[in-house]
């Protein structure tokens, strides 16, 4: 057999493999302090197709605790305690809830749980946000770790606290 059949025959079979992989916009999170607080990390966003693959590391929290983490609808950072970035992200005009489960405003995603040494490292999916298009587009919002466990219940905080840390989530 010839070898540039071979060859060809492979570089036609790799391609079509990664026409089948449709890999969307990428954006990105760097987390900040907010006076008096030590806690940052970064946060990265990948849509593929109907789903936002959410990752990250975040250090500076409290030990063993729990954390809200939602999306805001401001991208604004600049008044010292992230309260600049508004309420929660929610075009829908949902009620405040669980990620993932029933009605949930957009900006409503999985609380953090801090190891020992008050870090956390976190992989999940999303099908409420969007990456680049459509009303659900986080490009341009806030990004808001709170002190406290979010109760999924109260309206439309869930009682998450004061904001440990802001950032814009901004294109990768």
Do not use: W
């Not at 900040?32 to 990390?41: D, I, K």
């Not at 605790?65 to 309420?87: Q, V, W």
């Amino acid at each position: 057999m010839n070898l540039r059949f071979v060859l060809a025959a492979v570089a036609v079979a790799t391609l079509a493999g990664c026409a089948s992989y449709t890999a969307g916009p990428t954006a990105t999170a760097q987390l900040q302090p907010t006076r008096g607080n030590t806690t940052a990390g970064t946060v990265q966003f990948a849509q593929t197709g109907d789903v936002v693959k959410v990752s990250g590391t975040i250090t500076g929290l409290k030990p063993g605790a729990e954390h809200g983490f939602h999306i805001h609808e401001k991208g604004d950072c600049s008044s010292g305690d992230g309260m600049s970035a508004g309420g929660h992200f929610n075009p829908g005009g949902k009620p405040h809830g669980h990620h993932g489960k029933g009605e949930h405003h957009t900006g409503d995603l999985p609380s953090l749980k801090a190891d020992a040494n008050g870090t956390v490292s976190f992989h999940f999916e999303s099908r409420s946000i969007r990456v680049g298009s459509t009303a659900n587009d986080i490009v341009g919002k806030g990004l808001i770790v709170h002190r406290d466990p979010d109760d999924y219940t109260t309206q439309p905080t869930g009682n998450a606290g004061p904001r440990l840390a802001c950032a814009v989530i901004t294109v990768k």
